[in-house]
């Protein structure tokens, strides 16, 4: 590859990846890398030594999106400039996020003679965009869907199976005497006791059931495609698993139970709060009959 000093500089001391690719085809295991800069090593933990001559499909791994890596390919054969987003993996099997922008370089015949491509490092911003993504959707006590996310999920549920005239039903959760274990175990106890059931409810779903927390020590199941039958025999298998467990709080075994109320989809629900209405009540109507009990909404 022919090599313009003052360019040859300023690539390197780039603060990107900068990466030079021939023109071998991808049939043939190409292209092939014919330059790295020293951010290249820096980042990717590759001596250039390393990774000359090599494919640049080595840099590849299981989270590399394979609809970016169509792209590019597709790119590479006809001889056009990309810019996406892809995942490649340092030499310690570390995976990396990068903005790359790939462009042929044409010789004076204007044939594509190279590629290359400028790869910026995304990883620190993609682990903040997911950090606070996590703190939007996600209650940081119980892991779970936080209130928001949870009705936001139960909304877009909701107007699902109207429009397939699909079965859908929900479960209202409420520890029973919850106050009582604040007071006697702190809020401390209190916390741990919401974290256990979360997990305790979450051992009889499937997967595409979602639990989530819609505050204090309340919870909302959704459970999708799923009639209101079907829907009080899981929720009688949750208040089964719950009054049988045990959770230890300040070295002490407490039993914890739980009210719950049952609504189905009905043809009268506007909203998912209609739905939500009708599942609160049944479930006040389980504390109302003695605690521990599953209500169905009418």
Not at 19 to 24: A, K, Q
Not at 55 to 74: C, F
Not at 84 to 107: A, K, M, S
């Amino acid at each position: 590859m022919r090599e313009n000093p003052l360019y040859h500089s300023l690539i390197e001391h780039a603060n990107d990846i900068v990466m030079v690719l021939d023109t071998t085809p991808l049939e043939e295991g190409g292209p092939l890398i014919v330059y790295v800069n020293p951010m290249f090593e820096t980042l990717m933990g590759y001596r250039k030594e390393d990774v000359i001559g090599q494919s640049a499909a080595m840099l590849n791994g299981p989270e590399t999106d394979r609809h970016a890596r169509y792209k590019i390919r597709k790119a590479l054969r006809e001889g056009n400039e990309i810019r996406t987003e892809i995942v490649n993996y340092t030499r310690d099997g570390d995976p990396l996020w990068l903005d790359i922008n790939l462009f042929p370089l044409h010789d004076k015949q204007g044939k594509v003679e190279y590629f290359a491509a400028i790869e910026r490092d995304l990883t620190e911003q993609k682990r903040m965009q997911a950090r606070l993504e996590k703190m939007a959707t996600i209650d940081p006590l119980t892991e779970l869907p936080n209130r928001q996310h949870i009705l936001k999920l139960a909304r877009r549920e909701f107007a699902r199976s109207q429009r397939y005239h699909r079965p859908f039903s929900i479960l209202m959760i409420d520890i029973d005497h919850f106050k009582n274990i604040n007071d006697e175990h702190g809020h401390a106890g209190g916390d741990l006791v919401l974290r256990e059931l979360g997990k305790l409810c979450s051992m009889e779903l499937r997967d595409p059931d979602v639990l989530g927390r819609l505050g204090g020590e309340e919870f909302v199941l959704l459970l999708p495609d799923t009639p209101k039958s079907n829907a009080v025999y899981v929720a009688e298998r949750i208040r089964q698993r719950l009054m049988d467990s045990l959770i230890q709080v300040d070295k002490k075994s407490i039993r914890v139970t739980a009210s719950i109320g049952v609504a189905a989809l009905d043809s009268k629900d506007e909203e998912f709060a209609n739905m939500l209405d009708r599942a609160d009540t049944a479930m006040y109507e389980a504390k109302q009959a003695g605690r521990n009990q599953v209500k169905i909404a009418a």
